[in-house]
C-alpha cells in the first residue's frame, strides 16, 4: 500500500486505544503521532535508510545514448548462472534518468520454460510513470540471453524498469537445486518482521507500556497490509528466513483499495473520538454514520462513474503502455 | 561467480553533475536564510513591545504584540472550560485579558489572579474584530506585572442615569435608581437578569449573569426599592446599559443612607 | 441584487489583472483593500457589506480560477530544474501551454460546482458536527500533518553508485534540506508570532512578507534567472479529457480542497499533497485537474466556510481579513454561495481568452521580464504595507525559501512557517518553547 495509508492506519490503531484518545483530549498528542510514525516506520527503514547500505555484486547501469539490450540480458543471464552454481548473487538495474522528469523505460523478462533472459528498451515515462506520445526507440532490438538453470520465479516473470532507484534481485539457490529469484531483496525483510515489531514495542514499553501497545498495533498493521499484496513479508525474522508470499489481493499502487483503506481509517478515527465525548452535544449512530460517510457516497461514485465511462464510450482508460518484451 | 562492475563492466552509467552556479546559489541562500534568521531575531527581542492605549487600537492592529498598563476594573474570573479573564482601564478605555488554562492555573498557583482596583502591566496578543470587543490575548504569566490595590480602593465615578450615555461606553460607573421592573432569564438559559432603574424619567437597563445572581443569594430585589449599581457601561443593540460583575457591585440602598 | 452582483463583477474583472502577475497573492491585495476601507470608515464613509463582501468574494474566486494562467505560462523550467518538473510546465515546454491551463481551469470549474452545489448545501448541516468533535483533537492533527509532510519526502539521489554512506548522503543531502527548510521556517514563524518586528499599526498583516518571502520571491527569481526558451505555442479548442477524468480530479481535489479549507493552519499545498497521496492517482491530467479543483476549493472554500450559519469558520487569509471588518448574518449565506457561482463562471469564460491574450504577450515581452514586473509589484506590495522592516523580513524569508527550490526539496516544508508555532500553542508547549528561544 502507499505510504498514506499505512500512516493513517497507524493513527486508526492508536484511536482504538482509549488512553490515546484521553491524553489527546488533555492536550497530549504523543501516542497519535507514535502511531502514525510506527505505521510507516517498516516502510521508512527500508526505503531511507537500509537500501543506500544493501550491497550489489552486479550494477547494470545501461548508458542512455546506447540503448543495446544485450549486454543487460548478458549480466542477468551470468548472474544467474553463478547463482546456480552456489552462489548468491545481488543485482541491480539501474534506472536511465534522461531529464528532471523524463526517464527511459525499460524491461527484463527472465522466462524459466526457455531459459533465457530477455530485454528491450520501451518509451520515455515521466515520474509518474506514464509514457510520452511517440517516444518509442525506432529500433527496438530484443537482447536474449541464455542461462543454464532450473529458475522459479518469486515475483512476475517480467520487470519494468523506470524511475527513481531501479529494482534488484537476490539470485540464490534453493535446497533442490533451483534458482530462487527474489524481488527488491532489501524490502520487507527483517524491518517488516513482527518480531523488530514487538522489540520496539518492548523499548517504548521501558518508558510506558500504552506506548508499546500503541506501536506494536500499528507496526502489526502494517505488516497485514502489506500480506495483501504479492511480495509478503519476512514475517518472523530471525527465525525465518524468506518472506511469506502475499495473498495477491491487489498491487500497492491500486487506487481503489488505497483510497477505501484512507477513508475508512478517518472515519474509524472520528468514531473513536466521538465515541469518547462524555456529553456529545450531537447523537450518531455509528451504522447510519457509515451509511452518509462511506456507503452512500461510494455508491453515488460509483453510478456515476459507470454512468460517464459508458457516456464516454465503454471503457476506462488504462495507462500501460501495449508493449512486452 | 561475483561480478565487480568496476573491474569488468563497460563504463555505462549517466554522470550527473551540479553546474556550478547551483552549488554557489545554495551557500549563498544557506547564508542568507542563517544570517537574517539571527539579525531578525536580534533587532525583535531588542526592540521591545510597544505600550499601546485601548482607546486608540484600531482594526489594522489584529495580532499584534503589545503592552497595556492599567487599573483592574474586574477581578479575574475562570471559566469552567479553564481560561481566565479580567478587564483592565487604562485611562483611554477598557479592554478584556483573556488568558488559557494553563496561564490561569499559573496565575492561580502564585496567588496572582488579578482583582479589582490592582495595578497591571500586562504583555499580550490584540484580537480586533468587526463588531465585538477588542480582547487581548496573554501569552505567558511571566509577562504580567501585578501591583495589589490599596486598602482603600478608588470608587467608580458617581453618575445620574441621564448621564448614562452611549459616548461613555467601556466606563466604569456607579449609578442610583429606583428599581422599576426585573426580568429575569427561563430556567437553564444564558440570558442575563435585567433590572431597569429609573431616576427623574431617565431609564437604565442593569445587566448581570448567574454568577451575580447566585453572589446575590438568589434574591431579586422588588421593584420599588433604591437600587445601587457600579458596573461598566455598554451599547448592545443601540441599547445603553449597565453591565454588572460583581455581586458586591449590586445592593439594595437602605433608608438612612 | 444588481448591487451585488455588480461587486462580484468588478471583484472578478480586478482579479483577472491580478491574476496574471506571477507570485502576487490575493491575500497580500486583500490586506491593502481592508486598509482602504478602514480608512474610509475612520474618515466616516461608511462601507456597505452587500458592495463589499461580493466584491471580495469575486477577488478570491477569480484569483483562485485566473492564477493558474502564470503557473503554467510564466514558469518555464531550465536545467537547474533538475529535481522537479511540474506538469503544468512540462505542457509549456511541449507547447501545449493553453492545453494545461484549460485543464486545470476545468479543474476549478469543477471545485465552483463542487461548493455552490454540493459542500455549500450540506456544510450547515455537517460541519458544526465535525468541527465540535474535533475542535478538542486538533492539536494532534496537525502535529500528524507535520510528521507526515517529513517523514514523507522522498529522497531524490541515491539512486546510483555502490552501497555506502556516499550513496546515503547523497540521498538525504535533499531530505536534510527539507527538515532545514521546516525548522528554519518554523523558528521564523515563532519570532513573528511572539516578538514580530512589523510595526504594531499594521499587525494585522504580520507575516505577509514572510509568505511572499518564502514563495513568491524564490519563484520570481528564478524565473528571471531562467536559461530556458518557451518554444511556440498550440491553441487547441478541444481537450483530452472526460467526465470520468473530471469526477476522479473532482473527488481528489474536493477532498484535499476541503480538508485544507477546514482545519486551521492547513494550507492548499498541504491538502493537495494529502489528497494526491490518498488517491493514489498517476495519470497527470487527473493531478493537474485536481490541483485545479484543490485550489479553488480551498481558497473560495475557506471564505465561504466564513458565512456557514451555526459554524462562521475563520479560515483562510480572506476570512481573517473580512472578520476585521464585518460579522456575518444568516442570510449572507446565500450571498456568499451566489457570488461564488457568478466569479466563478465569469472567472472560467474569461480564462480562454485571457489565456490567448498572455500567450500574445509572451511572444512580444519575454517571460522573465514579466516576472521581473511582477517582483517590482510584490516588493512595492509589501513595502507599501509593512514598510522597512516588512523588506527585512521578506528578505530573510527568501533566503529560507530558495533552499528548498535549490537543493530539491519540497516546498511545502516553508509551511513550517505556521504549522510548527501554531502546533505548538495548540499543544500548549508554545510558550515554554518561545520562552526558551528568549522571545518572552
Known amino acids: 500500500m502507499k505510504g498514506i495509508a499505512h500512516f493513517i492506519s497507524g493513527v486508526a490503531v492508536a484511536s482504538f486505544c482509549p488512553w490515546a484518545v484521553e491524553a489527546a483530549q488533555n492536550g497530549n498528542a504523543v501516542y497519535f503521532v507514535l502511531g502514525a510514525v510506527a505505521g510507516i516506520l517498516p516502510d521508512t527503514i527500508d526505503f531511507k535508510f537500509y537500501r543506500f547500505f544493501y550491497p550489489h555484486d552486479v550494477r547494470v547501469e545501461p548508458c542512455s545514448e546506447q540503448l543495446d539490450p544485450q549486454p543487460i540480458a548478458d549480466q542477468v543471464a551470468a548472474a544467474i548462472s553463478a547463482a546456480a552454481e552456489g552462489t548468491p548473487i545481488t543485482l541491480k538495474l539501474s534506472t536511465i534518468k534522461l531529464s528532471a522528469d523524463n526517464w527511459r523505460q525499460y524491461r527484463v523478462g527472465i522466462d524459466p520454460g526457455e531459459g533465457e533472459v530477455r530485454v528491450q528498451f520501451g518509451p520515455v515515462v515521466s515520474t509518474g510513470q506514464v509514457p510520452q506520445p511517440d517516444s518509442l526507440p525506432a529500433d527496438r532490438p530484443v537482447g536474449v540471453s541464455k542461462f543454464s538453470a532450473t529458475v522459479k520465479q518469486g515475483y512476475e516473470p517480467v520487470c519494468t524498469v523506470d524511475i527513481f532507484d531501479g529494482p534488484s534481485f537476490l539470485f540464490k539457490r534453493n535446497e533442490v537445486g533451483e534458482v530462487e529469484t527474489d524481488f527488491l531483496p532489501w524490502h520487507r525483510n527483517w524491518s517488516h518482521s513482527l518480531v523488530i515489531g514487538a522489540l520496539l514495542a518492548g523499548l517504548a514499553s521501558l518508558v510506558t507500556w500504552k506506548a508499546g501497545a500503541v506501536i506494536f498495533g500499528a507496526y502489526v498493521i502494517h505488516i497485514i497490509e502489506d500480506q495483501l499484496g504479492h511480495m509478503g513479508s519476512n514475517l518472523f525474522f530471525p527465525v525465518t528466513k524468506k518472506r511469506a508470499p502475499g495473498l495477491k489481493w491487489m498491487h500497492s499502487g491500486d487506487a481503489l483499495p488505497n483510497f477505501t483503506t484512507v477513508w475508512l481509517c478517518c472515519l474509524f478515527i472520528f468514531w473513536n473520538i466521538y465515541a469518547a465525548i462524555e456529553n456529545p452535544v450531537y447523537h450518531l449512530g455509528f451504522i447510519r454514520f457509515m451509511m452518509i460517510a462511506m456507503v452512500i457516497p461510494f455508491a453515488i461514485f460509483g453510478l456515476l462513474r459507470w454512468l460517464l465511462i459508458r457516456a464516454d464510450g465503454g471503457e476506462p482508460e488504462t495507462l500501460s503502455t501495449s508493449w512486452d518484451v | 561467480m561475483k561480478t565487480n562492475e568496476s573491474n569488468s563492466q563497460p563504463s555505462y552509467g549517466p554522470q550527473v553533475k551540479r553546474p556550478l552556479r547551483v552549488r554557489v546559489l545554495q551557500n549563498l541562500s544557506l547564508l542568507l536564510a542563517f544570517a537574517g534568521l539571527i539579525l531578525l531575531y536580534l533587532y525583535s527581542v531588542n526592540r521591545g513591545i510597544p505600550l499601546v492605549r485601548a482607546g486608540e487600537l484600531s482594526p489594522t492592529m489584529n495580532f499584534a504584540t503589545v503592552r497595556l498598563s492599567g487599573n483592574v476594573t474586574r477581578d479575574a474570573y475562570l471559566f469552567k472550560s479553564g481560561g481566565v479573564v479580567f478587564d483592565v482601564d487604562d485611562g483611554s478605555a477598557v479592554i478584556a485579558v483573556m488568558g488559557g488554562r494553563a496561564q490561569a492555573d499559573a496565575l492561580k498557583a502564585e496567588n496572582r489572579l488579578p482583582r479589582r482596583g490592582d495595578r497591571i502591566e500586562v504583555v499580550g496578543r490584540l484580537s480586533i474584530s468587526a463588531e465585538r470587543e477588542p480582547t487581548l490575548r496573554l501569552q505567558s504569566v511571566d509577562q504580567l506585572r501585578l501591583s495589589r490595590r490599596p486598602a482603600a480602593a478608588p470608587a467608580a465615578s458617581l453618575v445620574r442615569l441621564a448621564d448614562v450615555t452611549a459616548e461613555q461606553e467601556g466606563r466604569q460607573v456607579s449609578v442610583t435608581g429606583l428599581l422599576k421592573e426585573t426580568s429575569l432569564p427561563r430556567p437553564g438559559s444564558k440570558a442575563p437578569y435585567i433590572l431597569t432603574l429609573e431616576e427623574e424619567g431617565a431609564e437604565l437597563a442593569v445587566v448581570f449573569w448567574d454568577r451575580v445572581f447566585q453572589g446575590l443569594g438568589r434574591d431579586i430585589p422588588m421593584p420599588g426599592k433604591l437600587i445601587s449599581a457600579c458596573g461598566r457601561v455598554d451599547v448592545y443593540k443601540g441599547t445603553v446599559q449597565l453591565k454588572v460583575w460583581e455581586a458586591e457591585d449590586l445592593r439594595v440602598v437602605r433608608a438612612g443612607e | ?440
Open chain 3, 1 to 440: 441584487m444588481i448591487l451585488p452582483a455588480v461587486a462580484v463583477l468588478a471583484g472578478t474583472v480586478l482579479a483577472c489583472f491580478l491574476a496574471i502577475l506571477p507570485g502576487l497573492h490575493i491575500y497580500n491585495v486583500m490586506g491593502l483593500v481592508a486598509m482602504l476601507l478602514y480608512a474610509l470608515n475612520g474618515g466616516g464613509v461608511a462601507s456597505m457589506p452587500e458592495v463589499t463582501i461580493p466584491f471580495l468574494i469575486g477577488l478570491v474566486t477569480g484569483w483562485s480560477v485566473l492564477n493558474t494562467i502564470p503557473s503554467v505560462l510564466l514558469g518555464a523550467p531550465d536545467e537547474s530544474a533538475i529535481f522537479t518538473v511540474l506538469p503544468g510546465q512540462k505542457y509549456l515546454m511541449s507547447g501545449r501551454g493553453y492545453e494545461g491551463v484549460m485543464m486545470i481551469g476545468a479543474g476549478s470549474l469543477v471545485g465552483v460546482f463542487m461548493l455552490v452545489f454540493i459542500i455549500g448545501p450540506l456544510a450547515p448541516k455537517f460541519l458544526p458536527v465535525l468541527r465540535c468533535v474535533l475542535n478538542p483533537h486538533l492539536h494532534w492533527i496537525l502535529w500528524v500533518i507535520i510528521t507526515f509532510i517529513l517523514i514523507t519526502e522522498w529522497p531524490k539521489g541515491g539512486n546510483w553508485g555502490p552501497a555506502g554512506w556516499r550513496k546515503f548522503f547523497d540521498a538525504w543531502s535533499t531530505l536534510g534540506a527539507g527538515l532545514l527548510t521546516f525548522m528554519l521556517s518554523g523558528l521564523l514563524g515563532f519570532l513573528l508570532l511572539y516578538r514580530s518586528p512589523v510595526s504594531v499599526e499594521n499587525a494585522f498583516q504580520n507575516i505577509m512578507p514572510a509568505f511572499v518571502g518564502l514563495f513568491a520571491i524564490p519563484w520570481c527569481l528564478l524565473n528571471a534567472v531562467s536559461g530556458a526558451e518557451v518554444p511556440k505555442q498550440i491553441v487547441r479548442e478541444d481537450l483530452n479529457i472526460n467526465g470520468d477524468l473530471l469526477l476522479r480530479s473532482g473527488i481528489a481535489g474536493g477532498i484535499g480542497g476541503g480538508f485544507a479549507a477546514f482545519f486551521p493552519v492547513v494550507t492548499g499545498g498541504v491538502g493537495g499533497l494529502l489528497a494526491g497521496h490518498a488517491t493514489a492517482q498517476r495519470d497527470e491530467r487527473i493531478f493537474m485537474m485536481s490541483q485545479g479543483v484543490s485550489k479553488t476549493v480551498y481558497y473560495t472554500g475557506a471564505l465561504m466556510l466564513f458565512f456557514v450559519p451555526g459554524l462562521y469558520l475563520t479560515r483562510g487569509g480572506g476570512a481573517w481579513i473580512i472578520r476585521g471588518l464585518y460579522t456575518p448574518r444568516t442570510c449572507d449565506f446565500y450571498l456568499a454561495l451566489g457570488s461564488i457561482a457568478l466569479s466563478g463562471a465569469v472567472s472560467f469564460l474569461l480564462l480562454s481568452p485571457l489565456t490567448k491574450w498572455t500567450l500574445k504577450l509572451m511572444k512580444k515581452v519575454d517571460y522573465r521580464w514579466i516576472s521581473v514586473f511582477a517582483l517590482a509589484i510584490i516588493v512595492a506590495l509589501v513595502f507599501s504595507i509593512t514598510r522597512w522592516t516588512g523588506l527585512f523580513v521578506m528578505i530573510v524569508a527568501t533566503g529560507i525559501g530558495l533552499l528548498p527550490v535549490l537543493f530539491g526539496s519540497r516546498r511545502l516544508n516553508c509551511l513550517g512557517m505556521l504549522l510548527l508555532p501554531i502546533a505548538c500553542n495548540m499543544s500548549g508547549i508554545g510558550e515554554p518553547v518561545a520562552a526558551f528561544l528568549g522571545l518572552l
